[in-house]
């Protein structure tokens, strides 16, 4: 079992920059594919972006750019760095764990993006 939390979400400008944080327990953090979602208002769940075990990583075309996903598997924290956010950013933010048949989800951090 994992479980997750989420936090750094918050109320920015546009242009602004929030970085979300997401603390995995467990001892094996290292084993997962971490990845970020997002859901706005009236909208399904979206992939962000997702780092591998191997540290490759992926991104929505809506972000490429902008966003950065990094992990540090001696603190169990995978990190979404944001930059020049717009308002479109605006959603819940989720935090994902997989491994094999394993899926966890931490329960979200909002980020509003409005000036």
């Known amino acids: 079992q994992v479980q997750l939390v989420e936090s750094g979400g918050g109320l920015v400008q546009p242009g602004g920059s929030l970085r979300l944080s997401c603390a995995a327990s467990g001892s094996t953090f290292a084993n997962y594919g971490m990845s970020w979602y997002r859901q706005a208002p009236g909208k399904e769940r979206e992939l962000v972006a997702s780092i591998s075990n191997g540290r490759s990583t992926n991104y929505s075309d809506s972000v490429k750019g902008r966003f950065t996903i990094s992990r540090d598997n001696a603190k169990n924290t995978v990190y979404l760095q944001m930059n020049s956010l717009k308002p479109e950013d605006t959603a819940v933010y989720y935090c994902?764990?997989?491994?094999?048949?394993?899926?966890?989800w931490g329960k979200g951090t909002p980020v509003t993006v409005s000036s």
């Open positions: 994902n764990a997989k491994f094999w048949a394993l899926n966890f």
